[in-house]
């Protein structure tokens, strides 16, 4: 088990109360966005892999709030904002495995795509199979190609919002509250594979940061 994360940059006390006490939205996005860039420069240094492997763990044993108050409110088109997205995303599965696999597998035989291909999961593909994938992703967008990483994100999220869309219609009629919940998951997961996907594209050009 990899050792807890622990953040390379310390503030001291009097700049960490003027961050608090400031609502200034464009030193917000700057300081997301150093800190994106600051994160993802020094654990790609990190030749070993320990550093990833720290990263992908870190949202699991000490939940997504510290993530949350770096990038949460960045742009969707942006590197935090694409960070944030791919922890959603992790959290989400770690969060509900048996049904991001039951959305998973009816989106791959609903979906008429390489979108199941290109996400990468098994056939079938069970909850630890999703978990593990999803990890996988994460990891690969620290350690790897970070537009890949992205690519294969947006696809599983069509996947996902697939399998949600067609669920949440065969509950309409005798479940339809579970109906509205599965359709709220899909249109968010169709807007992550959406964000996802241009930052993907942008990362390739350069201009994403």
Same mark, same amino acid.
């Given at each position: 088990?990899? $050792?807890?994360?622990?953040?390379?940059?310390?503030?001291?006390?009097?700049?960490?109360?003027?961050? &608090?006490?400031?609502?200034?939205?464009?030193?917000?996005?700057?300081? =997301?966005?150093?800190?994106?860039?600051?994160?993802?420069?020094?654990? /790609?240094?990190?030749?070993?892999?320990?550093?990833?492997? /720290?990263?992908?763990?870190?949202?699991?044993?000490?939940?997504?709030?510290?993530?949350?108050?770096?990038?949460?409110?960045?742009?969707?088109?942006? &590197?935090? #904002?694409?960070?944030?997205?791919?922890?959603?995303?992790?959290?989400?599965?770690?969060?509900?495995?048996?049904?991001?696999?039951?959305?998973?597998? /009816?989106? +791959?035989?609903?979906?008429?795509?390489?979108?199941?291909?290109?996400? #990468?999961?098994?056939?079938?593909?069970?909850?630890?199979?999703?978990?593990?994938?999803?990890?996988?992703?994460?990891?690969? $967008?620290?350690?790897?190609?970070?537009?890949?990483?992205?690519?294969?994100?947006?696809?599983?999220?069509?996947?996902?919002?697939? #399998? =949600?869309?067609?669920?949440?219609?065969?509950?309409?009629?005798?479940?339809?509250? +579970?109906?509205?919940?599965?359709?709220?998951?899909? $249109?968010?997961?169709?807007?992550?594979?959406?964000?996802?996907?241009?930052?993907?594209?942008?990362? +390739?050009? #350069?201009?994403?940061?």
């Amino acid at each position: 088990m990899p $050792a807890p994360f622990h953040r390379p940059v310390r503030l001291s006390p009097e700049t960490f109360d003027n961050l &608090l006490g400031s609502h200034d939205p464009a030193e917000q996005t700057r300081m =997301a966005h150093a800190t994106a860039s600051a994160l993802l420069a020094r654990v /790609r240094a990190d030749d070993s892999g320990v550093s990833a492997d /720290r990263l992908v763990a870190y949202a699991t044993a000490h939940g997504i709030d510290e993530v949350a108050e770096l990038w949460a409110k960045s742009p969707a088109v942006s &590197l935090p #904002g694409s960070l944030w997205r791919l922890y959603l995303l992790q959290a989400s599965i770690h969060a509900d495995p048996a049904l991001a696999a039951l959305l998973h597998e /009816r989106g +791959r035989l609903e979906l008429p795509s390489v979108d199941a291909l290109v996400a #990468g999961a098994p056939v079938p593909a069970g909850p630890e199979e999703l978990v593990a994938l999803i990890d996988t992703i994460l990891h690969g $967008a620290f350690a790897g190609d970070f537009a890949i990483a992205l690519e294969r994100a947006a696809a599983f999220c069509r996947v996902q919002a697939s #399998g =949600a869309t067609h669920i949440a219609d065969d509950y309409e009629r005798t479940e339809p509250a +579970r109906a509205s919940e599965l359709t709220v998951r899909a $249109a968010r997961l169709s807007a992550y594979a959406h964000d996802l996907a241009s930052s993907a594209a942008s990362w +390739r050009d #350069g201009s994403l940061n």
